[in-house]
Structures are given as structure tokens and as C-alpha cells.
């Protein structure tokens, strides 16, 4: 099946098992394919995004974003957009993100995030990049912060939806595609999204692992850390969800994932 692996998050951590990780997804019946995200280190440099571009470019189906994770952005400055902005220009480069706000834990302050969640809607638009958007527990700031600062030709995803059903229509009026993780899955925690999803327009929907975090069930009552093979229980439920023909879901969310990052 052709399916998305990673709409948004889930760089591919351990170092020397790549392979293994890509190996995993093939032997899964999925054809690689997807945006692979990347947090800053713990200093707050951009050491690992080079890595990112160069696992991009040796796997075929893989392509890369930049951006500034809200977590992060206290250490931003303009120099790091700058230096931000010339590696987007790499053609594995395929969305800008994740970008947005998370008031959960406040790694960084309301200030800095709301100021550099600005300043990265802008870059995108300057180089007419799809936006991964992360949102925790904002209360609808960031929805009024998109608001604010309207364009025409923004285009994005969602990455990792678990808002309200108001929420959804507000951000499918925008225009922006859905993603759904593995919560999807889980009995407790993702009813509520499992209720929401039958308003999301199939051609709004995308589906991505956020490894190695968000684990689906089955997997999870194995497994600590989430793989991009594992997608394939989140594809299932929402086709269970849509009474939809896997192959025929397929096909529409391998439609999506091309038009959103023009793959």
C-alpha cells in the first residue's frame, strides 16, 4: 500500500539504525514515503538538521522540513532564521515546521512563542512552503494568530489534531489538511478524535506516526518506542472508521500527501 509514513514528526532517531527503521516500513507493505521533522539540540543548535537532509537525500520517498519547534524557540534569533531559510532551499526540503504554540509545558514563554510563530508564518509564505503546525493547549491562540496574520496561498497540516469539533471547522475553513497519530487507536485517550474524525474530509486527511512518540495500539502494549512501520495500525482504524476500502483509502491520502508537499 502506498501509504504516508510521516506527515509530520518522526525523525529517525537512533543513529546507525536507519536502515533497519526503513527496512521495517518496506517489510510493513508501506512504500516510504513522507516529511521527516527535527527538534533542536539541547544547546539549541541546529547540529542534527544536516543529518536530517542527508537521510532525505540516501532514502528514496523521503524529504525534509526546517522550522523551529515552539519548545525551542528560545533560543531563536534572526541569524538562525537566515541560516534556517538557506538550508529550505535544499530540494529534500518539501515544509516548514513544526511551528505553532504549546502552552502544555512552556519550554519556552507565551512571548517567544507567539513572536517567533509570527516570524516563521512569514518565511513560509516568503518561500511558498507548506507549514506543519504544532498545537497544545493554546486555548485558540493560535487560531487567532492565524487569523491576524491571513495569506491567500498558506497551505499546511495539522500535524497530530486533537482539538474540538469547532476547532476542526475553523481549520478546515483555512484550508489546512488534518494529521491523525496513533491516539486514534488507543480506547480511552482517542475516543474523542475517533468522533471528530467522520467530519474530516477525506481529502483533508492525512495520517503520520510522530515517532518515536504516540505509539498505536496494538503496538503499544509491546512497544515503547513508535516506528514508522506501525502507521499501519492508524491507517487501519480510520479505515474502520470511514467504512472505507483500504485500497481505495490508500490512494486518497497518497493523493493528499503528493498535492500538500508537491511530491
Request: charged fraction near 30%; proline fraction near 5%.
Amino acid at each position: 500500500l502506498k501509504v504516508l509514513l510521516a506527515a509530520a514528526g518522526g525523525v529517525l532517531k537512533r543513529a546507525g539504525h536507519t536502515e533497519a527503521v526503513v527496512d521495517l516500513a518496506r517489510l510493513a507493505g508501506f512504500q516510504p514515503i513522507g516529511v521527516l521533522c527535527e527538534i533542536l539540540d539541547e544547546d539549541g543548535s541546529m547540529a542534527r538538521i544536516p543529518k536530517l537532509l542527508e537521510i532525505a537525500r540516501k532514502y528514496d520517498g523521503l524529504w525534509a522540513s526546517v522550522g523551529v519547534h515552539p519548545h525551542d524557540v528560545k533560543h531563536c534569533s534572526e541569524n538562525m532564521m537566515n541560516d534556517l531559510k538557506q538550508l529550505a532551499k535544499n530540494p529534500e526540503v518539501r515544509a516548514w515546521g513544526e511551528t505553532g504554540l504549546d502552552f502544555n509545558r512552556m519550554f519556552s514563554s507565551q512571548e517567544d512563542q507567539e513572536k517567533w510563530f509570527i516570524r516563521q508564518l512569514e518565511i513560509a509564505e516568503e518561500l511558498k512552503l507548506p507549514l506543519i503546525f504544532h498545537e497544545r493547549d493554546s486555548n485558540g491562540r493560535l487560531l487567532e494568530i492565524l487569523k491576524a496574520y491571513p495569506s491567500s496561498g498558506r497551505r499546511g497540516v495539522i500535524h497530530c489534531f486533537g482539538g474540538t469539533r469547532k476547532e476542526l471547522e475553523q481549520y478546515l475553513e483555512m484550508g489546512f489538511y488534518i494529521g491523525i497519530t496513533g491516539i486514534v487507536t488507543i480506547k480511552t485517550r482517542g475516543e474523542d478524535l475517533r468522533n471528530l474524525v467522520p467530519f474530516i474530509p477525506l481529502s483533508r486527511l492525512l495520517i503520520e506516526t510522530d515517532a518515536p512518540y504516540l505509539t498505536p495500539a496494538p503496538e503499544k502494549n509491546q512497544y515503547r518506542r513508535n516506528e514508522p512501520a506501525f502507521v499501519k495500525s492508524v491507517f487501519l482504524k480510520i479505515a474502520e472508521i470511514t467504512k472505507k476500502k483500504p485500497e481505495e483509502l490508500s490512494g486518497i491520502l497518497w493523493k493528499n500527501t503528493c498535492e500538500l508537499f508537491k511530491i
